[in-house]
C-alpha cells in the first residue's frame, strides 16, 4: 500500500561514525577553553539529550566535572516552521551565581532560542556562558547570536535523528538525516 509519510534514513547527512569522530573533537575544544572549578553544563530539552550526553562522558577524560541540568525551552510547537517567541516550558534547578556555564543544544537556526537561554543565564548570576551546538543551519539568523563551539555547519533543511525531531518521531535514529517526504 502507498503511503505518504516522512522518511528520513535516506537522506543520511552524518553517520552515526562521522558524528562520534566530530563529537570527541568538540570535546577537547571545549575542554581546552574551560578552566573552571565552577562548570555547569545546560541542556537545551528536548533537542540536545543525546548530544550532551555523550559531550559530557568525553569530559570526563580530561577530569572535567561539571554539575548537569536542563531547560526545556519551546518555539516551534509541532510544525518545522519557528514560531519566534521562545518560552520557557521547564526550567533548571542550579544556582548559576559565579558558575561558567556551557549551554548546549542541537541546532542554532534562527538563533532565538540559543541568544534566550545565553541571556537568561547571565542574568541569573553566571560569571560566563559558553554555547555549543551540534549543528549550525547556513541561513541569515533573526537574531545576533553564533555559537562559540559547532559540530556541523548545514545547508537550510529541516533535519531529525540523534535527539532532533518531528513532531517528536526520529530522535532516536543514531545517525542524522534530511527530512523529505517521499511517497513509499
Ligand atoms: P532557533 O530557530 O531558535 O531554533 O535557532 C533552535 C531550535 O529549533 C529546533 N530546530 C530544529 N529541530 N530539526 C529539528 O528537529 C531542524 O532542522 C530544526 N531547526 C530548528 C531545535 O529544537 C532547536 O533547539
Known sequence: MKNKQPHPTNNILYSSEDIRQRVDELIDEIASTCD????VVLGILRGSFIFLADLVRGFNR?????????????SY???TISSGKVK?????????????????DDI?????????????????????????VL??????????????HAGFRIDDVFVVGYG??????YRELPHIAKL???TI
Open 36 to 39: 573552571t572549578e565552577n562548570l
Open 62 to 74: 580530561h577530569k572535567i566535572h561539571p554539575r548537569i541540568d536542563f531547560i526545556t525551552l519551546s
Open 77 to 79: 510547537g509541532a510544525g
Open 88 to 104: 520557557i516550558i521547564h526550567d533548571i534547578d542550579v544556582d548559576l551565581k559565579n558558575a561558567d556555564v556551557v549551554v548546549v
Open 108 to 132: 542554532l537556526d534562527t538563533g532565538r532560542t540559543l541568544q534566550f537561554a545565553r541571556d537568561l543565564f547571565i542574568e541569573r548570576g553566571a560569571s560566563s556562558v559558553r554555547t555549543c
Open 135 to 148: 549543528l549550525d543551519k547556513k541561513r541569515e539568523r533573526a537574531v545576533e547570536m553564533e555559537a562559540d
Open 164 to 169: 532532533l525531531d518531528h513532531n517528536n518521531y
Open 180 to 182: 523529505t517526504f517521499d
